[in-house]
């Protein structure tokens, strides 16, 4: 079975524990700062994959690093997953769960890069255009990169609302690059 | 040189520029998780069609074949080694189509529809599909007009319709592609001004090289030329050097580009050489993508893969123009074993089989056609009318020879009516033997066969029937044309026509014999 199955199993239990307890907001909290754990520590991810520490060990991280910032059942799921042999996806399992956690309260993410800073006025505008065109509750998460000149980009799951400057540019030198009859 | 001003470098420029919008550009991405021996798996494109085209980076295109929960099986049609794992992939919206129109014609080109032949663009019009469902019962009909190869033995005993689907099999190297370049050679004739006079439709020819030797295809293309054929003929290339996805949808391309001329009306042909090789590219690719391999490692669909490119070959209804695609798929077979896993599919497929031997063509006969087991189970309702009526009797002369023939190599005594079947049927297949490029007018089948077997034969040497022929043909062509184009356009034999054409072969008979020695 896929890496993928795998960890939307974990996932869709974890997400039918949580309705059945009554516990979903508090697991999700739990589950954002999981991840956000681990996706700001690259040697954590990688202690959790390498097979050479033991999953003991692995065990032992997990409880002192999470034990009094999330709650007991948040912390059973992980001894579980480690139980199971499965903390290498446990990453991707908790990320598959805050996917389902957005689904389900109708939120998309929306990664914005842009050149220069947005203002808190254009955010405003942004996410409400955002929300209008996928009728869904937005979350932007913002970006700088110089790289784009101007303008701005979107990207929503696997859609990309491309308005930068950079690929204006690009389109052009491709149009020019085409030629046309008036050249020959 | 001219000088180039440099204001009307920037006036070029401004116009342009002046068509260039600058818009939002909305797109679908997915990301390359993996990549190498021409498949590519993705990650995300979540909204992506099955058969859509998507653009890799470097101008690299690639078709989706597996959609899977979490990512995309796809294969690519250009160079893969340009694509790197973490690429950014995009959609274009559009199923993988292939260009038509006549601009194709006398052209050379690979399955994606870009020319090899170095002859500039292709200016088409319209793209079509590369899958298309095959049409319905209700848009068909019948298959009731001759599609003339040229070759008598197949003319006279397999006849093929338009809008029939004929396999020719057989092992290598025994004449399946002389047979179907042949055939092409012969259409020739349907784009004369004469065969407008009298009502025979224009038959456009495609040519469908899969997996051979570049050599072999512009050996091929050469002889088209030479005979005047590429003009009506559209030939397209993936040689064995190009990528199995390639291989893969080259025969859809041919039946796209087919179906343009059948649905506007048109007649046209198109061979597949050849499908085996086609199937192996297939299951490269099958599994690569992890697909289950099934009988000879094949993919459960691989009957399908058949089924669905075949059935595109159709006759339309009068309604809908009354157009035609015939068919004239390839399978090369090892040593013979047509029981085979591909063999028994597309002669189960087909409307019947044109089956080549070696040893017939190391004997010499040449095509090697075993008539026996060779059928053509729907042409003989499109045979034309005074055909039917002299090569009624061929089949069955030539399988009572063939029976007889094992008995005879004993030596023994054999009476008078073994030894006559015996004689009769060497000389007919003496007549049928025919050479390469060498197709021969339907009218001029008709007068050799009528001379078979009524045995007019039975007093020429064996080694001399192919001379009477020709010589027959041309005496008759000289002194009597009128049999000749009274059988041309009324396509049928009447007693009076059959009683001038007696007359003329027993004219001919005796200056046949004195011409001898």
Redesign the interface.
Same mark, same amino acid.
């Given at each position: 079975m896929s890496n993928y199955n795998i960890s939307s199993r974990y996932a869709n239990a974890l997400m039918q524990l949580a309705s059945e307890k009554d516990l979903f907001e508090q697991i999700s909290a739990d589950m954002e700062v999981v991840f956000n754990t681990l996706s700001s520590s690259r040697e954590f991810q990688m202690m959790l994959i390498s097979p050479v520490v033991k999953v003991y060990d692995k065990e032992q991280v997990l409880l002192k690093v999470f034990e009094n910032r999330i709650s007991h059942d948040s912390l059973n799921f992980l001894q579980f997953i480690v139980r199971k042999n499965r903390e290498n996806l446990l990453f991707n399992i908790v990320r598959q769960f805050l996917s389902l956690r957005d689904k389900k309260l109708g939120v998309v993410n929306a990664e914005v890069l842009s050149a220069s800073e947005f203002t808190d006025e254009q955010k405003s505008k942004l996410t409400k255009k955002l929300e209008e065109y996928t009728r869904k509750k937005v979350r932007l998460s913002l970006q700088i990169d110089r790289n784009l000149l101007g303008g701005f980009i979107v990207r929503i799951e696997d859609t990309v609302i491309d308005a930068s400057l950079d690929h204006q540019l690009e389109l052009l030198k491709s149009q020019f690059m085409k030629g046309d009859s008036s050249l020959n | 040189m001219a000088e180039v001003r440099p204001d009307e470098v920037s006036a070029?420029l401004r116009?342009?520029?002046s /068509?260039?919008d600058?818009e939002?550009?909305?797109?679908?991405?997915?990301t390359v998780l993996q990549i190498g021996d021409g498949i590519a798996r993705v990650y /995300?494109?979540?909204?992506v069609m099955a058969s859509e085209l998507i653009e890799f980076p470097h101008d690299v295109f690639g078709m989706v074949l597996n959609l899977e929960?979490?990512?995309i099986g796809c294969v690519l049609f250009g160079d893969y080694s340009l694509v790197k794992e973490g690429d950014t992939v995009r959609r274009t919206k559009r199923v993988a189509s292939f260009p038509v129109g006549e601009a194709m014609l006398g052209r050379v080109i690979n399955p994606l529809g870009v020319p090899i032949d170095g002859k500039g663009p292709v200016h088409t019009e319209q793209f079509l599909p590369l899958e298309r469902k095959a049409l319905g019962v209700i848009a068909r009909q019948p298959v009731k007009q001759p599609l003339q190869t040229g070759i008598t033995a197949v003319d006279a005993m397999i006849p093929i319709g338009r809008g029939q689907r004929e396999l020719i099999i057989g092992d290598r190297q025994t004449g399946k592609t002389a047979i179907a370049v042949d055939a092409i050679i012969n259409q020739k004739y349907t784009h004369s001004e004469d065969a407008k006079r009298i009502g025979i439709k224009p038959v456009f020819c495609i040519y469908v090289a899969i997996g051979q030797k570049s050599s072999t295809i512009a050996q091929v293309v050469a002889k088209l030329q030479d005979h005047g054929a590429m003009e009506y003929t559209t030939v397209i290339v993936a040689a064995a050097s190009e990528p199995a996805p390639l291989q893969y949808i080259a025969p859809y391309s041919g039946a796209t580009l087919g179906e343009f001329f059948r649905d506007s009306g048109r007649d046209a042909l198109v061979v597949y050489d050849d499908l085996s090789k086609q199937a192996a590219a297939y299951r490269e690719l099958s599994l690569l993508l992890r697909r289950p391999p099934g009988r000879e490692a094949f993919p459960g669909d691989v009957f399908y893969l058949h089924s669905r490119l075949l059935e595109r070959a159709s006759k339309l209804s009068d309604e809908l123009g009354g157009g035609s695609l015939t068919a004239l798929p390839m399978i090369e077979t090892q040593q013979g074993d047509v029981s085979a896993y591909i063999p028994t599919n597309v002669i189960s497929i087909t409307d019947g089989q044109i089956y080549l031997e070696p040893n017939l063509f190391n004997a010499g006969v040449r095509p090697a056609i075993n008539v026996g087991i060779s059928v053509s189970r729907v042409g003989g309702n499109a045979q034309v009318k005074a055909m039917r009526k002299v090569a009624g009797s061929l089949k069955l002369d030539l399988a009572q020879y063939r029976e007889l023939e094992s008995f005879a190599k004993f030596g023994s005594d054999l009476d008078k009516a073994t030894k006559r079947t015996l004689s009769k049927g060497a000389r007919l297949v003496e007549l049928l033997k025919q050479g390469q490029y060498n197709p021969l007018a339907v009218e001029k089948q008709i007068v050799s066969v009528f001379a078979g077997t009524n045995d007019y034969l039975e007093s020429i040497p064996v080694a001399d029937v192919k001379r009477f022929e020709k010589e027959l043909l041309e005496f008759i062509e000289l002194k009597y044309n009128d049999i000749l184009e009274t059988i041309r356009v009324e396509r049928e034999l009447k007693e009076a026509t059959v009683s001038k054409l007696r007359s003329a072969i027993e004219e001919f008979l005796p200056k046949f014999k004195a011409s001898e020695k």
């Open positions: - | 070029i116009k342009q520029l /068509g260039f600058n939002v550009d909305v797109y679908d991405v997915g /995300g494109l979540s909204k929960e979490d990512s």
